[in-house]
């Protein structure tokens, strides 16, 4: 299987500090990317979105970052709340076709 | 108000058995989808119907068969439950924006155990 063997990346901050999450997508024709986050427990949660067409964008606390020439996406989240604490999914679509495609997943765990 | 909501929240069955999960979406979407996500959290498509018809079928047994009664709909009925079954399922759905963007929303997943 494409995961079988491999674990989350993990990344662990305390409490004020700023996060940042790192994504490689796979498909050059992507043009939607979308963020989202996982609390225990519960379903994948909308954060933010960016279209190919854009290199930033901003949003409460969160800052979404594509750079297509090397086909890495980010998520920067400033002062991060223990409440942020959940595993964190960048998301790709080619918008032809309509199909998202969920990356591995990282698990972010905020120490107070 | 529930958006995205999946019924049951956790089944435990035995293997052979056959089982059907829910789901409701009161957003007006017109697209639904079915997710596994396994013990690695990894997340893969399974299903997509729009206005009850199916566009999305990614390789998937033929023991799994969605069924759309209506748009806000999508039932996920498994025959001969396997071992291998066991994950969280997730219903999901969006609405396509006029330049092909398209938040999916997601319901509150349903933990399947096969014992």
């Known amino acids: 299987g494409e995961n079988v063997g491999l674990h989350l990346p993990t990344l662990s901050v305390q409490e004020g500090d700023n996060s940042i999450i790192n994504c490689a997508y796979s498909n050059s024709a992507s043009d939607y990317f979308i963020w989202y986050k996982q609390e225990s427990g519960k379903g994948p949660q909308f954060i933010i979105d960016?279209?190919?067409?854009?290199d930033k964008r901003q949003g409460q606390r969160v800052t979404v970052l594509l750079n297509k020439t090397v086909k890495h996406l980010s998520l920067q989240i400033a002062a991060t709340q223990p409440g942020d604490s959940a595993v964190y999914f960048c998301?790709?679509?080619?918008?032809?076709?309509?199909?998202?495609?969920f990356g591995q997943g990282t698990i972010l765990t905020v120490h107070p | 108000d529930t958006a995205v909501s999946q019924t049951p929240k956790y089944l435990v069955t035995q293997m052979g058995n056959d089982k059907s999960i829910k789901c409701e979406q009161n957003l007006g979407h017109d697209t639904m989808y079915w997710y596994k996500q396994d013990s690695k959290k990894f997340l893969k498509i399974m299903f997509s119907?729009?206005?009850?018809?199916?566009?999305i079928n990614e390789t998937v047994p033929n023991r799994f068969s969605p069924k759309s009664p209506d748009k806000a709909h999508l039932n996920l009925h498994i025959n001969s439950l396997e071992l291998g079954d066991s994950a969280v399922y997730f219903c999901?759905?969006?609405?396509?924006?006029?330049?092909?963007?398209?938040?999916?929303?997601f319901g509150p997943g349903t933990r399947l155990l096969v014992l």
């Open positions: 998301a790709e679509k080619y918008t032809s076709y309509g199909k998202l495609t």
């Open positions: 960016i279209r190919s067409n854009m």
């Open positions: 119907y729009n206005n009850k018809e199916l566009i």
């Open positions: 999901a759905s969006s609405q396509e924006g006029a330049t092909g963007e398209e938040t999916q929303y």
